[in-house]
């Protein structure tokens, strides 16, 4: 079954290092487009299921990941390859916009 | 979830309103989502919509209005910030609620304000179109108001309220309902400052250190709600059966281009409609 994470300032940190492909979803509970992007990273979790590490960040769980990462507008999706902050996508955004940013 | 529109009409102009009556005549369920004043209804006189010599705006806005009440067309009121498409349905932040819809047809009218420098740029780093959706990020925050929005003033009241250090940047000398703890500054911003993120803005020819702005107008550039949406010269890119290039999104009145005309407008919303109620008819024989 796939997989989406919840991890904290840690757990994030060791998922970075260990995965080659991660992609985090910074979202607040009260965000409407956060809401409506919810299916689509469900699905992108599914479909790159052992490609892709999936996460989820609740930004006002997480004030110290939010501010780590710059986090202003909800929903943020970073893309992470091998460590590294390859691409950023502000809002709500076509499906195909995260998987081509992932398929890069 | 609430049920799925079969058509969601953005915009309440003479393009939205005919598309909606259209879609109505083709049993098609419908429903209006607009800001609250159309332009239409400023204009002193209309000499060239046929059947109507020498009509005001405000009277031929109001028959258009009668017609679409008569057949039961219903309207809401207030902004759609972003339009998805999920599958073969879009789904549409309308004030913070997600309406779900088979078709959308975009009536959007044309905006008139200019982007700031810098503010596409900014927009998620900083800049933000909508308080209800960003505004808790700024709490404790200094962020400053800016645009011609109606509801400018319950939006800063808002923001106010979730804890930010609220400036009010108007031109507007009579302000009434703002909260005591806003402050206002009389001026126009020449210029946004940030290359990550946003830094400050000028304004006066001073500049001032903002950590958020919130960029509140009546309409929103038709590519910043649909992501992916073709522009050309800021008008929506549409075939002669109104189809932008996204499935399912139709496009109609001064939004895709000129003349910016109502019998134009009309006629465009008529196109859009149909062609909106046969793709809904093919999605349900494809099921």
Avoid at chain 1, 76 to 96: A, P
Avoid at chain 2, 14 to 36: C, D, E, M, Q
Avoid at chain 2, 78 to 96: A, H, L, P, R, W
Avoid at chain 2, 239 to 263: F, H, V, W
Wanted: glycine share 8%; net charge negative; charged share 25%.
């Amino acid at each position: 079954m796939s997989e989406i994470r919840h991890p904290n300032k840690e757990e994030l940190n060791e998922i970075l290092k260990n995965n080659a492909l991660v992609l985090v979803d910074f979202y607040a509970s009260w965000c409407m487009p956060c809401k409506m992007l919810s299916p689509v990273i469900e699905e992108i979790a599914k479909e790159y299921e052992g490609k892709v590490v999936v996460c989820k960040i609740d930004i006002d769980e997480n004030e110290e990941l939010a501010n780590e990462y710059n986090i202003m507008s909800v929903p943020t999706v970073i893309i992470f390859k091998n460590n590294e902050n390859v691409e950023e996508i502000i809002g709500l955004n076509n499906k195909s916009k995260y998987t081509r940013a992932l398929d890069e | 979830m609430e049920d799925t529109l079969d058509i969601a009409v953005i915009g309440g102009g003479p393009a939205g309103l005919s598309a909606a009556i259209n879609a109505v005549l083709r049993n098609k369920s419908v429903k209006i989502f607009t800001n609250a004043l159309n332009y239409l209804q400023k204009a002193e006189k209309v000499d060239n919509y046929l059947g109507f010599y020498n009509i005001s705006g405000q009277e031929l806005m109001e028959k258009f209005v009668d017609h679409a009440n008569k057949l039961n067309v219903s309207f809401e009121y207030g902004k759609v910030i972003d339009i998805m498409k999920y599958n073969d349905m879009f789904m549409i932040n309308f004030n913070g609620k997600i309406i779900n819809a088979k078709a959308v047809v975009l009536a959007l009218g044309i905006t008139k304000e200019k982007m700031l420098n810098n503010e596409e740029k900014l927009l998620g780093k900083g800049i933000s179109y909508c308080a209800t959706c960003d505004g808790a990020l700024y709490k404790g925050k200094n962020i400053a108001v800016y645009g011609n929005a109606d509801d400018i003033i319950e939006e800063a009241n808002f923001l106010s309220s979730l804890g930010a250090n609220v400036n009010y940047i108007t031109v507007k000398k009579d302000i009434k309902g703002l909260n005591q703890n806003i402050n206002v500054i009389n001026g126009i911003i020449s210029d946004i400052i940030g290359d990550n993120k946003l830094e400050g803005i000028i304004i006066n020819d001073k500049y001032i250190k903002l950590d958020g702005l919130f960029l509140l107008r009546n309409s929103i550039a038709p590519n910043s709600i649909v992501k992916d949406l073709i522009l050309e010269d800021g008008y929506i890119v549409v075939n002669r059966n109104m189809e932008t290039n996204i499935k399912g999104i139709y496009a109609c009145g001064d939004c895709k281009g000129k003349p910016l005309q109502i019998s134009k407008a009309t006629g465009e919303g008529l196109v859009a409609a149909q062609n909106a109620a046969k793709y809904i008819d093919k999605l349900k024989e494809m099921i």
